[in-house]
């Protein structure tokens, strides 16, 4: 079981990267990563020398579709998740999803797939990355592979280049931190550690047809998010509440000198929709231990491998 291969598109952002760390304490070394992120690329290399990594646009038809035909288990990452523009979120999210498919569909033995979808499957939202993620969904439940579909509420822990790891650079460099209105937005987030343990769990048992919400365990407000993380980082920035309206306009106006910014007027729009998840005993499905958050937010910043280890937007 641990010599098979397990391919990994879209493995260079905040899951892959924790994933891998988790595969190989776990005992899996034939492990390869497909990705068009250079600079996370070269982390990746940096952290872990003895696996595959390829650098490879995965909504182009290419030589990486090689690896997804030989896999035994795949775990599709790819993901856009913040652009003003829609055309990275169709080809990131859509064509990309179409490709890996197409590649396993033309295995001599057909992968098996675990899909990260997302919670926002689910939710009120209405933009571009959830509409896309709803779309990704409904073609791999439609394709007739083998898998098993996890739809994870917002998560942090190591290499978070966004969300809170952005939020937590911010905080360090700024003497005010600014929240949107009175900050009591409830958030279920996700530690990446037991996230990447769940998918672990499932290459082993090869659940098939299933989908599983899987959400932080515990309800937060995004004020007392901010709180915890100001707390594990030691940060100066004095936490200060703004009208949601002037909160929007700024994002707005960053949005027209930032190509790519890192908090978008869309998620703001998403922070404070009052979404609940649901909440399943992932722990005794998955046989997987949660983290309590604060517990999780001092790991995420102060682990002495990886906490000071960022990612590239």
């Given amino acids: 079981m641990k010599n098979v291969k397990i391919v990994l598109p879209g493995g260079a952002g905040l899951v892959g990267q924790n994933l891998v760390a988790h595969l190989k304490r776990h005992g899996y070394a034939n492990l390869v990563v497909l990705d068009k992120h250079r600079a996370n690329l070269a982390v990746l290399r940096r952290l872990h020398p003895d696996i595959v990594v390829e650098e ?12 997804i035909e030989a896999a035994d ?4 990452l790819q993901a856009q ?48 990355y959830t509409n896309t993620k709803k779309q990704q969904e409904a073609i791999v439940l439609a394709s007739g592979i083998p898998c098993v579909v996890l739809r994870p509420t917002l998560m942090f822990g190591w290499f978070d280049r966004k969300h809170l790891g952005w939020l937590s650079r911010f905080m360090k460099k ?3 931190f600014p929240i949107p209105g009175d900050g009591r937005y409830m958030r279920q987030p996700l530690y990446a550690s037991d996230f990447s343990r769940i998918i672990v769990s499932c290459i082993e048992q090869r659940r098939t047809g299933e989908v599983f919400n899987i959400s ?16 594990a ?15 929007y306009v700024l994002l707005k106006t960053w949005a027209l000198f930032d190509r790519n910014p890192p908090f978008t007027a869309d998620q703001l729009k998403a922070l404070v929709a009052h979404d609940e998840f649901e909440v399943i005993d992932w722990p005794g499905i998955f046989g997987v231990q949660a983290t309590p958050f604060a517990q999780a937010i001092h790991e995420t910043f102060n682990d002495p491998e990886y906490s000071s280890v960022v990612l590239e937007f």
């Fill in 56 to 67: 490879a646009d995965l909504a182009e038809p290419g030589p990486w579709q090689q690896h």
């Fill in 174 to 176: 700024v003497p005010v």
């Fill in 216 to 231: 932080g365990l515990e309800k937060i407000d995004y004020i007392d998010i901010i709180r915890e993380i100001k707390r």
């Fill in 81 to 128: 998740i913040g652009d003003p523009n829609p055309e990275p979120f169709v080809r990131n999210n859509i064509t990309s999803t179409e490709h890996v498919l197409a590649a396993m569909r033309r295995a001599p033995r057909m992968p098996y797939l675990v899909h990260i979808s997302s919670s926002v499957v689910k939710s009120v939202a209405n933009d571009h």
């Fill in 233 to 247: 980082t030691r940060a100066g920035a004095l936490i200060v509440k703004i009208p949601y309206g002037l909160f």
């Fill in 73 to 76: 288990a795949v775990v599709m």
